[in-house]
Each structure stands twice: as C-alpha cells, then as structure tokens.
C-alpha cells in the first residue's frame, strides 16, 4: 500500500493510540529521551507524504483531516485521539519548485503574532496552515507537532504560534529541519518541549546560514539529537545546541544522502533495542559513509542553493 517500505499500516494506526499522557516531555535529559515516541512520529512525518486517500485510509480511526491550504502545497495532517485527549500534527516537507521556493526564500522578517524574526518563505507556509488549522485543534488537547525538512521548519513556527495561543505543547519533534530564526528568537522560545534529530551528517540542519544580503544569521531552536550508527547518538542540550547551530557549512561533514526521512526511520527502529550516549567530539567515529550508485559530493558554493527535493527524502 505504501511506497515506503520503512512504514507499516499497523505501526501508523498505533502512533494516536500510543501517544499518552504520561510519555516524558521531548526536551527531556538524554537518558530519557524517548526513542519509540520519536520514531512514531518520525511514521507521522513521513506518513504526511502520502496522497490524501492513503492518510484517511490509514488514520480513520482518529477523524483525520488533510490539507494542502493555499498556494504553498505544504500538506498537513492533523489526526485525533478523544480517549487520550490528544492531537497530532503532520506536516510535510519539501516535493515541488513551489516548495524550493520557499526555502530559497531566506529573508528574514518580523512575525508580529510570535514577536520574532522568522524565515520568509517558512513563515509564508507556517502562516497558511496556521489560518486553516486553528479551528480544527480540540480545545484542552495535549497537542503534539512534527514535520520533515521544510515540514519541520513549519511546525516548528506553528508551535510558536500555538504556543502564544495557549494551545497545550506536548511536544515538537523534527527531522532534518532548516533553521527558522535567529538566536534572540530560538532564546525567547527556550524550554518549549523540543527535539530536533539530525541523522548523521545531514546538511540540511545546517542551513540557511544567513540571509541573502548577509546580515543576519540563522540559529536552531531547541535541544538536538544526533542520530549515529547501532544505539549511538549525541544529544545536545538547549544552550549548546543553540550555539553549535551558528557552525557554517565548511566547518563540518556534509552529508545529503543523511536527509533521507527513511534513513532516519531506519535508524530509530534500531534504536527500539537500546540507546547509548556519546560525546559530541566523538561522534564521526560512529558516522557510516552511505552513498547511493553514481553519487558523488557536490562542492558547495551558495548556502542558498541547499534545496532538497523529494528524491532526497
């Protein structure tokens, strides 16, 4: 039924039901951060891929509804569990020119709703779901939010903005997600339950680097989690990661095969067995070189041109 074959059926209709009330928050210490609940929603990102038909048809059970609002063709999903009074949000990521032009679009701008400057073409997308969004949200729902790539970028505003709501955050997790704002707005939004995990050496975290005209630049919100070979990862917490995230693109390994959402799946589902931390300094000792036939590194000569499209997810 489906074109990934990192994804189940019975695992997508379990990702509501397993999503409880007592699950630790994302922004969690290292040792406990929850590998299952971040590969169930890591099916949900990816599940938001799929054509409409196929998401009904797999989360019925949860009154699903699915959107692509107004012209930026970023689909959402959002899906309901009433017995657990919880609210998942889907977001997808990067498939057409349409969507590589928002990415492209790195100035930055004031957001009046969050009071925090913000990426252009992300908040263009983050504002269209939003509009089309809020009435669906159940009132006094634990609501959680994910998204891949440019979808991350865009949930991650859409928490921002749920958040100055008083929508109930339960969690925001990402999946090679582009950075969104600056370092004054990732610290006004500071412990907001947030995970970022990064597979590997993919470049797409790493990027935009900073506006076009180079005069301000781009920082990540939220702790991160490296995702290594076996059971190993790093996790940076909120501060570090905030810092780590003004590294330019030449001060470390880049990787665009690592943005594949199923190299990230494929990863978490061995880390169902047991995660092991370790440090930052050490972690290309547990990097595994994966290039499809016929790739070859490109050199990178523009931060604005790092654009993946669907091939790369």
């Known amino acids: 039924m489906f074109k990934r074959n990192t994804i189940t059926a019975l695992a997508l209709t379990s990702l509501l039901l397993g999503l409880q009330a007592n699950l630790a928050p994302a922004q969690s210490q290292a040792q406990k951060i929850d590998f ?32 692509n609002p107004g012209e930026t063709n970023v689909q959402y999903i959002i899906g309901y569990n009433d017995k657990t009074k919880t609210q998942a949000i889907g977001v997808r990521g990067t498939v057409d020119e349409v969507n590589k032009r928002l990415n492209q679009n790195t100035a930055m701008v004031l957001d009046k709703k ?32 994910t998204g891949h790539s440019l979808g991350g970028a865009v949930a ?36 907001l339950p947030v995970l970022r995990a990064i597979y590997q050496n993919d470049v797409v975290p790493l990027v935009p680097n900073e506006t076009d005209d180079g005069k301000s630049s781009y920082r990540h919100m939220g702790p991160e989690v490296i995702l290594l070979q076996g059971p190993h990862f790093v996790y940076l917490k909120e501060d570090r990661a905030i810092r780590k995230s003004r590294l ?20 978490l589902n061995v880390k169902q067995k047991g995660a092991k931390e370790v440090p930052f300094k050490d972690r290309e000792k547990f990097v595994k070189r994966q290039r499809p036939a016929g790739y070859q590194q490109e050199e990178i000569k523009s931060k604005s041109n790092l654009t993946p499209n669907k091939a790369t997810q």
């Open 156 to 191: 991650a505003i859409l928490t921002t903005y749920l958040h100055v709501d008083g929508v109930k955050i339960a969690g925001l997790y990402t999946y090679g997600q582009p950075k969104f704002t600056n370092v004054a707005g990732a610290k006004k939004f500071r412990g």
């Open 248 to 267: 330019s693109l030449g001060k470390r390994p880049l990787s665009f095969p690592d943005h594949r959402l199923a190299r990230y799946i494929d990863n």
């Open 36 to 67: 299952h609940v971040l590969l169930r929603l890591a099916q949900l990102s990816n599940l938001a891929y799929e054509p409409k038909s196929e998401i009904r048809q797999v989360l019925a059970k949860y009154l699903p509804s699915v959107s």
């Open 114 to 145: 969050s009071g925090i400057m913000m990426h252009q073409g992300f908040r263009t997308a983050a504002l269209t779901i939003y509009k089309d969004l809020k009435p669906k949200l159940k009132p006094g729902y634990r609501t959680y939010l």
